[in-house]
């Protein structure tokens, strides 16, 4: 499962799943924004001319469990948006291709908030990322007598 990131643009949140070197964005995020009346059982529809190899499905954490959700790669994204006839594609589009997209090649991350500074960023750390932190630092750390012997 990928790591994912959430991005807002508007109050609606973006997700993210991507690297910096395979972008890949959660494709019912995308359609939600630029479609808002749509209804969501009916997403397939507005993605059905994205070419195959432009999209895919990966396993994704949601509150009701883990569910494989329709993707889209760079260029799917970018065909997408760039064919929708959506009002609300050009400030999508400003944001994706003036903020998010050039932040994420120049720096490997999208700043949440531009006006943090740049050690406040969006870096969210996996699972597997803490867990080896965490065991790094027990390797480092003596422990007091009495904390050895708890199991």
Do not use: C
């Not at 569910?67 to 064919?83: C, D, H, N, V, W």
């Not at 080896?132 to 003596?142: C, E, F, H, S, V």
């Amino acid at each position: 499962m990928s790591n994912l990131l959430v991005f807002e643009f508007e109050g609606r949140e973006v997700r993210f799943v991507g690297t910096a070197e395979k972008l890949e964005w959660i494709a019912a995020d995308i359609v939600a924004i630029l479609y808002p009346q749509a209804d969501p059982r009916n997403y397939s529809n507005y993605l059905g001319k994205v070419p195959a190899h432009w999209k895919d499905h990966k396993p994704i954490m949601t509150p009701g469990g883990t569910q494989k959700m329709a993707t889209l790669y760079e260029p799917g994204l970018y065909y997408f948006i760039s064919r929708s006839d959506s009002p609300l594609a050009v400030p999508f589009q400003q944001w994706l291709y003036e903020e998010v997209l050039p932040s994420i090649r120049k720096h490997g991350f999208y700043q949440l908030h531009p006006s943090s500074s740049p050690t406040q960023a969006a870096i969210v750390p996996s699972l597997n990322e803490l867990v080896d932190i965490a065991q790094r630092l027990l390797a480092t750390t003596k422990l007091s007598p009495e904390l050895q012997t708890i199991k």
